[in-house]
T-cell receptor, first 112, second 116 residues
């Protein structure tokens, strides 16, 4: 089944404890992206990757890192999480930057 | 600045009522347009998309949307809603210009509640 998977689905952590949210797609998509969803703000892009060679910041990259060592995986790294990063995170992938994006199930993160 | 505005934040309808959700965007160039739906506790799913051609597009589950370029609008419609349509709906825009980063610009979302 074609899909985008994320792990973990739920995470409660404390300020400053490094964490990684994994994202994997099995559709051979070039483009991958991370968004965060907050009430009243819709979804905002954190980072994106055009392909394994190109990764860049989105609208709200502060406090986040990503890597794209292989096409299928695009982990989101929070080196030192803070409470303002409490949010619902979605990974998405697409054939290219102009095609529709397919979203993962989401990761609900709470930083205490 | 690029933006998407959804006029209705919370809509309550009875089953069989007609639905229209407004979406306007601000973008200085050609765009691709999308409507996504998020059922309670689930991820975003694509309802329909507009890239080019006929401005009236049909999507899944009986939804349709009309792109009116002169009004920068892409309103979502359904003639008769069902209880199972209860969800949050997001309009999104992807700019097509050079240097396109693939970023989807989302509206704030509209919560639709359908009463049985």
């Amino acid at each position: 089944e074609a899909q985008v998977t994320q792990n973990p689905r739920y995470l409660i952590t404390v300020t400053g404890k490094k964490l990684t949210v994994t994202c994997s797609q099995n559709m051979n998509h070039e483009y991958m992206s991370w968004y965060r969803q907050d009430p009243g703000l819709g979804l905002r892009q954190i980072y994106y990757s055009m392909n394994v060679e190109v990764t860049d910041k989105g609208d709200v990259p502060e406090g986040y890192k990503v890597s794209r060592k292989e096409k299928r995986n695009f982990p989101l790294i929070l080196e030192s999480p803070s409470p303002n990063q409490t949010s619902l995170y979605f990974c998405a992938s697409s054939l290219s930057a102009v095609n529709e994006q397919f979203f993962g199930p989401g990761t609900r993160l709470t930083v205490l | 600045a690029q933006s998407v505005s959804q006029h209705n934040h919370h809509v309550i309808l009875s089953e069989a009522a007609s639905l229209e959700l407004g979406c306007n965007y601000s973008y200085g160039g050609t765009v691709n347009l999308f409507w996504y739906v998020q059922y309670p506790g689930q991820h975003l799913q694509l309802l329909l998309k507009y890239f080019s051609g006929d401005p009236l597009v049909k999507g899944i589950k009986g939804f349709e949307a009309e792109f009116i370029k002169s009004k920068f609008s892409f309103n979502l419609r359904k003639p008769s809603v069902q209880w199972s349509d209860t969800a949050e709906y997001f309009c999104a825009v992807n700019g097509m210009g050079s240097g396109n980063t693939g970023k989807l610009i989302f509206g704030q979302g509209t919560t639709l509640q359908v009463k049985p």
